[in-house]
C-alpha cells in the first residue's frame, strides 16, 4: 500500500461525449464502468491502491490511484477494453491522464481527499488534452521529467490513434490478450475460433500496440527513479 512520500500514478478520466446518452443509458453507464473497474481490481491484484471515485458534476469525471506504476498504462487499456464491451451504443470511451509523482497524504475512502504531486501531474494531462489543438488525444502521461513525457507522448498519440479504432470484438480480444491468454483459450471464452482472434487482433494493430505498450512501460519503471533525480538537482545546496 502507498504510502505519504511514495510515488504513486493517479489516474484520472472523463467520459467522451457522455451527453449523448438518454438518461437511462447514463444509469447504465455507471453501472457499466463500475462493473469494468471491480473486473480490473481483480484482474490487477495488489495495483490498485485507491479504488474509483466519480465527480459526475465535473463532466463525468473518475479518478483512481495505482501503486504499482508500472502497470498503469495496462491498467488503463484494459479497463477502456472492458467498458467498451459492457453492451452500451455507441460503447464507453474515456480520456485518461496518467500522473506520476508523490502522494502527500494518506489513503482515504475517495481520491479526491487526497493530495500530492501525482495528482497535480493527472490533472494537468487532462486539462492539456481538453486544451490541445491536433491529433485527437485519450491518453496522457504526465511524471514533470521531460526525458520521460517526451517520447513517452510521441507513443501514447500513435497508440490513441489505434485505440480509437478499436471495434468491440476487438476490445473483447484485446481485454484477454492483456491478460495474457493464448488465442486458444480466448477463442473459447468468446465461443470463436482461434483464428478468429487472430484476424481481430491483426485488425486492430495489436502487436504494434504492444511495441508501444511495452515502451511505456519501461518509461513508468523508470520514473521513480527519475523523479528522485529531479529533486536532488533541483534542492538547494
Known sequence: MAKPG???AV???DIINSSRYSREDRR???RVLRQ???DTERRFPKAIHTTLAFRITAGDEFQCVIADIAQAFAIVTYLRATAATGGLRPPLRFR???GIGEMSTPKRVSSYEED???FLNSRQGLDDMAKGR???RWTKLVTGARELDEPADAVLCLADY???AWTVPQCEAIRWSLLGLTREEIGKRLRVAHQNVTKRLRAAGWPNFEVGATFVRRTLERAPDTLKGVQATDAPR
Open 11 to 13: 489516474v484520472t478520466a
Open 116 to 118: 500530492g504531486p501525482a
Open 134 to 136: 491536433g491529433p485527437v
Open 6 to 8: 511514495r510515488v504513486v
Open 96 to 98: 485518461a491522464s496518467i
Open 36 to 38: 469494468a473497474f471491480a
Open 28 to 30: 447504465k453507464l455507471d
Open 162 to 164: 489505434m485505440q480509437q
